[in-house]
């Protein structure tokens, strides 16, 4: 059992409006984030409007009615803070980081947000500019641009909404108009389907009288319809392939179907997941990069964005190598397969158990005093925890669901679902423009 239990305070309510309300005093530095999440993602994307929910985060820091464009991002760098979002499969999230006497402005900011953001047809072309030239940049222009993220969900899924992909289609960006922006506002960004998370240096008596003092003047509106995303059963092995004309080497990705979130499956392939790819010590980078030399590094875990908590189903469980060309790919599928066989069959889960569970109480510790975000990574987990589950207190019993999963556990799941027929196997081939 963990010697250190994690036992955070959590002040969990709602507003009539149905707006999430979470916060966690912690007086561990005089500072404090206040994150706000909207359950909306890549995932929550119509056909033909791909990229939608990445470039709603964009138009949604160009100021608002009371606070013109150029002072958004001003007034919490002025107090020494950070702001920042990102867009994720299944939220969107806006975040300030900055001295917990400034917690008030940052409220404030995420009020105004949620309320009165101004966004007009110019606006609209220049982040719709900035975000196609992320596209050049991060996915187009550059070696294993979208692997495996965007590369493998478009190969292991077969529901539209899990495999399209987030950061979208140029013509599709191209076709948002403004009107298209105002019904995804009114859709999505509104308290009911909304969570504010405060965590820090603050006391959170007051901070939830003042949340929901701001927070109680929007007015409550229609959630918006869930899409289905639920995926058939896989039932063999599927091969894919990719060029990359820029890529230097080979590459492959490797990806399972997961089990079903907050399940003891799903716990005991966590633990499966430390024991095989994550860290210095983990059993395949043994023997790929250590013995047998053919890869610097792997790659992979639970989910390709945030962590195995902060996504819904379905998830993927996978890893992914650069490797020389002298190794075929047959031969790297070989190796991977024969040290399987091995981990399995020499009483390794054992051993390694131990280990993982320490490993994981470290990425808990670790996830909640990261920097320069202090404080994000825990407001993620814990507005994960009120959207997929009503119940941000979970986060108390990760420790001891991790615990309780014994060796026939992990001995059955990895039997379950470390099989051929649900694996996913991606190969990307360097390409030769001659």
């Not at 803070?81 to 900055?98: A, H, K, R, S």
């Not at 399987?340 to 909640?368: E, G, M, V, W």
Request: hydrophobic fraction near 40%; aromatic fraction near 12%; charge should be neutral.
């Amino acid at each position: 059992m963990s010697k250190n239990k994690i036992n955070l305070p959590i002040t969990y309510s709602r507003l009539a409006n149905g707006l999430r309300i979470i916060i966690s005093q912690d007086k561990s530095a005089p500072i404090a984030t206040v994150a706000v999440f909207y359950k909306v993602g890549f995932r929550s994307e119509n056909k033909g409007r791909t990229g939608f929910a990445h470039l709603f985060e964009h138009l949604m820091f160009q100021g608002t009615k009371n606070i013109p464009k150029d002072k958004f991002i001003r007034l919490i760098e002025e107090t020494g803070g950070i702001v920042n979002g990102t867009t994720q499969p299944d939220f969107t999230n806006y975040f300030e980081t900055l001295p917990a006497h400034s917690v008030d402005l940052a409220l404030w900011i995420e009020f105004e947000r949620m309320m009165n953001p101004q966004i007009s047809n110019l606006e609209l072309k220049n982040q719709r500019d900035v975000v196609k030239n992320e596209i050049k940049v991060n996915v187009l222009n550059r070696p294993y641009g979208g692997f495996p993220w965007i590369d493998m969900s478009e190969k292991a899924f077969k529901n539209w909404h899990n495999y399209h992909n987030g950061y979208g289609d140029m013509n599709d960006l191209n076709s948002a108009s403004l009107s298209d922006v105002k019904d995804f506002y009114n859709d999505y960004y509104n308290p009911s389907n909304a969570a504010i998370v405060v965590i820090g240096d603050i006391d959170a008596e007051q901070t939830l009288k003042k949340v929901e003092s701001l927070f109680s003047q929007i007015p409550k509106k229609n959630l918006p319809t869930q899409f289905d995303l639920n995926e058939p059963v896989q039932k063999k092995e599927q091969l894919h392939y990719k060029i990359d004309l820029l890529a230097p080497k080979p590459a492959v990705c490797i990806a399972y179907h997961m089990p079903k979130r907050m399940t003891d499956d799903f716990f005991a392939l966590g633990l499966l997941d430390q024991m095989l790819i994550q860290g210095e010590d983990s059993f395949l980078r043994k023997i790929l990069v250590r013995d047998k030399g053919l890869t610097d590094e792997i790659f992979g875990g639970i989910s390709f964005e945030g962590n195995m908590f902060t996504s819904t189903d379905p998830m993927l469980w996978h890893f992914s190598l650069i490797y020389d060309e002298i190794a075929s790919s047959k031969k790297i599928i070989k190796i991977i397969d024969d040290s399987f066989d091995k981990f399995i069959n020499s009483n390794q889960i054992d051993k390694l158990l131990p280990i993982a569970r320490t490993k994981l109480d470290a990425s808990f510790y670790h996830l909640l005093q990261q920097g320069p975000y202090k404080g994000i990574g825990l407001a993620e987990m814990l507005a994960s925890f009120s959207f997929y589950d009503n119940d941000p207190f979970l986060i108390n019993s990760l420790q001891e669901r991790f615990n309780s999963i014994d060796t026939e556990k992990i001995y059955d799941v990895f039997h379950q679902y470390i099989v051929s027929k649900s694996r996913n196997i991606l190969f990307v081939k360097p390409g030769d423009t001659k």
